[in-house]
């Protein structure tokens, strides 16, 4: 059993950063595989990121309207996946989830966090 508790949402203005953590229980390194979501309202939800290690390499996927701007990465010493996000704009605005392990169309996660909202506003 996972679980995934996240943090870090908020308030920020256009052009703002926030960084988002997850903080996931039991052993995260035996994890190869994490993702990030979010929905906004009155929208379907969408998958931002996938990190996966396949072979001893670490691959990172983001969706394509983040490139740039936004970076996965993980600290398994403090069993933590975090999403950095710069130059934030008002359509990043939904509530974000973390998850494990990455979906695809055919198929979700297992496992979600409760989600953390970010708004981005002047």
């Known amino acids: 059993q996972v679980q995934l508790v996240e943090s870090g949402g908020g308030l920020v203005q256009p052009g703002g950063s926030l960084r988002l953590s997850c903080a996931v229980s039991?052993?995260?390194?035996?994890?190869?595989?994490m993702s990030w979501y979010r929905q906004a309202s009155g929208k379907q939800r969408e998958g931002v990121s996938c990190?996966?290690?396949?072979?001893?390499?670490?691959?990172?996927l983001y969706v394509d309207s983040v490139k740039g701007r936004f970076t996965s990465f993980r600290d398994n010493a403090k069993n933590t996946v975090y999403l950095e996000m710069n130059n934030l704009k008002s359509e990043d605005t939904a509530v974000y989830y973390c998850?494990?392990?990455?979906?695809?169309?055919?198929?979700?996660?297992?496992?979600w966090g409760q989600g953390t909202q970010v708004t981005v506003s002047s």
């Open positions: 039991g052993d995260m390194s035996s994890i190869n595989s």
């Open positions: 998850a494990t392990p990455c979906g695809s169309k055919y198929y979700d996660p297992d496992y």
């Open positions: 990190e996966t290690t396949e072979d001893g390499r670490l691959h990172i």
